[in-house]
């Protein structure tokens, strides 16, 4: 039983929207907090007690600069069995019927071709499902390009991307992530699926990527990171190397087109669910 005790921060913003929620999400990577939930008009963030810190956040929330306001309060969460919270929140995501992608504690599933097991450490879900599934798909619909290769995965939270690419043959995955407790259990889930040997996971931002260059590379984040760091991406892929980007809303994949083009990239194909996109690129 994990017996953490945890605290909820609802964070107002006026005027609310989906993006201000996730511009807000993304601003606040120095914060610890484990995951986050959105329910209008308030970003909800989750944070063990004993690394929330009031006059930190009020600290950090003076220093954005972000056309919208946020106030804040915070409450404690009552001590619970955060497993039997996962086990009603996190539900089994079966990927065009080749990819299932479970938690410790899913027993008695469907085998697919590739099945990936994931042991959820965070006290709630993100419930953005639509984006890995994509993702994923993507990746599935690409064997010929992962199979052998060299493989980013890019903000790899639990590290599912990486673990697929790795099960599909992929030569050498690397997997980077903004939150040191992300890199540590990316690995631990890389060990959990057998695949640590072709996986290797690093604390850190998209400055890391002149490690080396990459075959493809994998980038579910949100739109401003991607804007921000597509131009980063495209110089660390090798020529006629791939992207795959999710993490926002169709209505901005102009925007991510665009910036992919002048970035050296040539746009391949889209896909959508649910308002959300995924786009593939190709090193020009």
Not at 72 to 85: D, E, G, Q, R
Not at 231 to 239: A, D, F, G, I
Request: net charge negative.
């Amino acid at each position: 039983m994990n017996s953490q005790e945890y605290i909820e921060v609802s964070m107002k913003i006026t005027p609310f929207s989906e993006e201000n929620a996730e511009i807000l999400m993304a601003e606040l990577d120095e914060i610890p907090f484990e995951s986050f939930t959105v329910e209008e008009p308030y970003l909800k963030g989750y944070i063990q007690k004993d690394n929330y810190s009031a006059q930190m956040l009020k600290l950090e929330l003076c220093g954005l600069d972000m056309e919208f306001a946020v106030d804040f309060s915070a409450t404690m969460i009552p001590p619970c069995n955060w497993n039997a919270v996962w086990e009603e929140q996190f539900t089994p995501i079966v990927v065009d019927g080749k990819c299932t992608i479970k938690a410790t504690f899913h027993k008695g599933l469907k085998r697919t071709r590739f099945n990936i097991t994931i042991d959820p450490k965070m006290a709630f879900g993100t419930g953005h499902h639509q984006t890995t599934y994509m993702m994923c798909r993507a990746l599935l619909e690409n064997e010929a390009a992962i199979k052998g290769k060299i493989i980013m995965d890019m903000g790899c939270g639990t590290a599912i991307l990486a673990i697929l690419a790795a099960k599909m043959g992929a030569a050498h995955t690397f997997g980077i992530d903004i939150d040191a407790v992300a890199a540590v259990s990316a690995f631990d889930n890389a060990r959990l699926n057998k695949v640590s040997r072709h996986v290797e996971t690093y604390c850190g931002d998209a400055s890391l990527l002149q490690m080396g260059k990459y075959d493809v590379l994998l980038a579910n984040i949100n739109r401003n990171i991607l804007l921000e760091d597509i131009p980063t991406y495209s110089r660390s892929l090798k020529k006629d190397g791939l992207l795959f980007v999710s993490g926002f809303y169709t209505e901005d994949l102009p925007m991510i087109s665009g910036m992919a083009e002048r970035s050296g990239l040539g746009f391949v194909k889209s896909d959508s669910m649910d308002n959300w996109c995924c786009a593939q690129f190709r090193k020009k």
